[in-house]
């Protein structure tokens, strides 16, 4: 069964930077298009950054410039550097497949930029 366990999050000032990590339970793992999905209150879900198999990366409009998706397959982790923070980007983050991700989820890591 896939299993996803984000962790990483918190209170962050705007233009500040945090990092966020996933650890995948999933076999294979590193034949597999991961990405990392943010969901603010009263909005959809949202792929904000995608990384291939190869090492292929993909990012939103939104992100790009400020956040750096990587993973470590030996460790079956995700991880992604987030810097520049905005109070836009404050939502709850999870990682799963992508583009398209499976139906298990993660409970998420929770990122709020504030001063």
């Known amino acids: 069964q896939v299993q996803f366990v984000e962790s990483g999050g918190g209170l962050v000032q705007p233009g500040g930077s945090l990092r966020l990590s996933c650890a995948a339970s999933?076999?294979?793992?590193?034949?597999?298009?991961i990405g990392w999905y943010r969901q603010a209150p009263g909005k959809q879900r949202e792929l904000v950054a995608r990384i291939t198999s190869g090492g292929s990366t993909y990012y939103a409009d939104s992100v790009k410039g400020r956040f750096t998706i990587s993973r470590d397959n030996a460790e079956n982790a995700l991880y992604l550097q987030m810097s520049s923070l905005k109070s836009e980007d404050t939502a709850a983050y999870y990682c799963?497949?992508?583009?398209?991700?499976?139906?298990?989820w993660g409970q998420g890591t929770q990122v709020t930029v504030s001063s």
């Open positions: 999933l076999s294979g793992f590193s034949s597999y298009t």
């Open positions: 799963n497949g992508a583009p398209v991700p499976w139906s298990f």
